[in-house]
């Protein structure tokens, strides 16, 4: 998959645009040349695009707050070269304070998002797993689970199915037992790439994991790298896991995955199973019980 694509995916190039939007908010007051005006302009498009394509899901209206002091302050800098009144330069100062003051607040709200807590909950002697074909497999290759048990030689049950949308992981649940107190979430990239709108997503999220709950289960729910026009697919996510206490790893680490290799720029390799195997294995070590340990 194109390593800028990648990149974008990953959310990483929020903090690379506003690190960029604050530099020319900076040096903009100082600017006059022409040309350095032209570049400042391109720059500043740049900035606004990488931090979109990060497609950070805040809510709407946070969104609009944050357009509405860029423009704002875009046109209290339209005419650089214009000496302004008393009046402009105060509303100058004050845009450029606000898009100052919002550029580094959403950054900060979402870095938290970057890192994967210390998964918390009873240790489980085994893992279940409910995906797609991330999980299943397509290929001849082993997937992913498989290579995970013969490394750690815990038992995996891979309900896992190629093509798979989170309304056909409900039927994934239907084989869960009593025993199953440790279930892994990999879903949601079929719903997204069909076209399933974000509404009928959210239902079928729902009903998902409202079927996995139960006494001493722990969830684990890998996040989903967004498209632009399906945002709302992460504030779906985070807001159900917060309602289910379903724990989330971070998109990063499933984009860590897929540059580590894919078959066809999406389905693992063997390399990119490989990888997935050990980053779960780092990931689940607090809440999975090793082979020969006593169960606290």
Request: with cysteine.
């Amino acid at each position: 998959m194109n390593p800028i694509a990648l990149y974008l995916a990953s959310g990483e190039s929020l903090y690379s645009g506003a690190a960029l939007l604050l530099l020319i908010i900076a040096v903009s007051p100082s600017i006059r040349n022409r040309w350095l005006l032209r570049l400042r302009a391109l720059l500043l498009w740049t900035a606004l695009a990488l931090m979109a394509m990060a497609c950070p899901p805040f809510p709407w209206w946070l969104d609009g707050v944050y357009f509405a002091a860029f423009l704002a302050w875009l046109i209290a800098g339209a005419n650089p070269k214009m000496p302004p009144t008393p009046t402009h330069r105060r509303f100058r100062i004050v845009t450029m304070a606000a898009l100052t003051l919002l550029t580094i607040v959403l950054p900060a709200l979402e870095f938290p998002h970057r890192y994967a807590p210390r998964f918390t909950g009873t240790r489980a002697d085994h893992l279940v797993v409910i995906g797609d074909s991330i999980s299943a497999g397509i290929f001849k290759d082993e997937p992913w689970p498989v290579l995970f048990q013969a490394h750690t030689n815990i038992q995996v049950s891979n309900l896992s199915a190629a093509g798979a949308e989170t309304s056909d992981a409900l039927d994934q649940t239907r084989k869960l037992t009593g025993r199953d107190t440790l279930i892994l979430i990999e879903i949601g990239g079929n719903d997204m790439i069909g076209g399933v709108l974000s509404a009928e997503f959210e239902t079928r999220l729902y009903k998902l994991l409202a079927a996995c709950i139960g006494r001493d289960r722990t969830l684990i729910m890998f996040e989903l790298p967004l498209l632009p026009h399906r945002i709302a697919y992460g504030r779906i996510q985070r807001r159900l896991a917060d309602k289910y206490q379903v724990q989330l790893i971070p998109k990063r680490f499933f984009i860590e995955v897929l540059r580590s290799g894919t078959s066809d720029g999406l389905h693992l390799s063997p390399a990119g199973a490989r990888h997935m195997a050990a980053l779960v294995d780092v990931l689940l070590d607090p809440v999975l019980m090793k082979p020969g340990a006593a169960k606290p």
